[in-house]
């Protein structure tokens, strides 16, 4: 499956932006989603992820109140609502799909190409 991010871009802090991740080649109902960021100068890390069927979620404690995942498996997306964002927001976002259960890990099996989030203060 490819997987394709979009929707970032720069805003305020307690602003809001939705990201898009779109899926190709595969049905994305046979998957489960994350959502991953890196900042510069640090290592890529766990954001959110939803189950298959949307049922189960996690989410790392700092986005907790703030951030949502969803997914819409007829349009074969995936979406990740932002809100209240901070400047520590800050990052590129990658979303990512794997066989299986939803994991905090990084052990997915197919990532796209990540999308910019810029939270100024």
């Known amino acids: 499956v490819q997987l394709q991010a979009s929707g970032g871009g720069s805003v305020q802090a307690g602003g809001s932006l939705r990201l898009s991740c779109a899926a190709s080649?595969?049905?994305?109902?046979?998957?489960?989603v994350g959502w991953f960021r890196q900042a510069p100068g640090k290592e890529r890390e766990f954001v959110i992820a939803?189950?298959?069927?949307?049922?189960?979620?996690y989410y790392v404690g700092s986005v907790k109140g703030r951030f949502t995942i969803s997914r819409d498996n007829i349009k074969n997306t995936a979406y990740l609502q932002m809100n209240s964002l901070k400047p520590e927001d800050t990052a590129v976002y990658y979303c990512?799909?794997?066989?299986?259960?939803?994991?905090?890990?990084?052990?997915?099996?197919?990532w796209g190409q990540g999308t910019q989030v810029t939270v100024s203060s």
């Open positions: 990512a799909a794997r066989v299986g259960s939803a994991s905090m890990g990084r052990n997915y099996d197919y």
């Open positions: 080649g595969r049905t994305l109902n046979n998957y489960a």
């Open positions: 939803i189950s298959k069927y949307g049922v189960t979620t």
